[in-house]
């Protein structure tokens, strides 16, 4: 199916996604893809779909979608696969440019060293640049990438792309167990990130089923220590634990709102005392919460954080 959705995402509202990419065609075969194993990998820029084609069916989905009176915020390009890998990217941006809507491109970032590539996703509005970690040895590890692909010419090619870019910019950073998840990982990053400049830094944990078994979320401490190190270099950074289709917007349920934010970012004991106190709420809210396994509390660097834990479908 080439455009699908509405999807809620905390991050781009409701979204349409478009599905520029048959299923598992990708630069990478990353150890934590949720969409399986990649069946055919290649970094050759190619037509998978006439650009026609894709533009008719997100019409039709965007007719039926608002003909029942649903809301679209975003056009997303998010396929099961690398979307830059269409050489018509470009052209299809401008196409769906007549739906009057913002289009956001997620993208593995392993084609950025291309300057067409660049060109085509700067005409996005909003872009999500995948940036798991500048280590070479942790990269093959994690990304699998293409055989002829090279970290140090796609963290060049972002870096240039950003100063191009004059939409939002964000970056995505998994953190998986075991791989890239100690405090030297996260400095690492981050410097890169600091110099990158995104608009925000997301940084996600493995939240379905593998496409390897190693593949584990790392532990709460870890997170805590990653998130720590993490803020000290980029200005924003939230987590993405798998939550991104909740409704957080329930103002003044003090439950909600501490799941909520901590499923966002690790809270330090005081703020939550202080948000339950603003919502007339006691500290058995907290107990209840992680009485059921909803939140998680680490000790790190002399203070007591809570964290939602991440969801695994
Ligand atoms: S880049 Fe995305 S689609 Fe490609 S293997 Fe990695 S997680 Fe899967």
Redesign the pocket.
Known sequence: MIAYGPVPSRRLGRSVGVNNIPPKT?T???A??Q?GD?LDMQIERREFYRPEDIAHEVGNRLEEVRGVGDTIDFLSFVP???PTLDVNLGLEIELLRTSGLPIAVIT?SSLLGLPDVRRELATADWVSL?VDSVNEDVWRRL?RPHRKLDLSEILDGMMTFRNMFSGTLVTETMIVAGVNDTVQHAVETAAFLSRLKPDKAYLAVPTRPPALKWVLPPDSDAMVRYHDAFAKQVSVVEFLMGYEGDDFSAAGNPRENLLGITAVHPMRRQAVAELLDRAGASWSVVEELMSDGSLREVEYAGHRYYLRRPRWN
């Open positions: 990708c990478y075969a990353c934590y893809c969409v990649t099961d696969g690398e593995n995948k990304n």
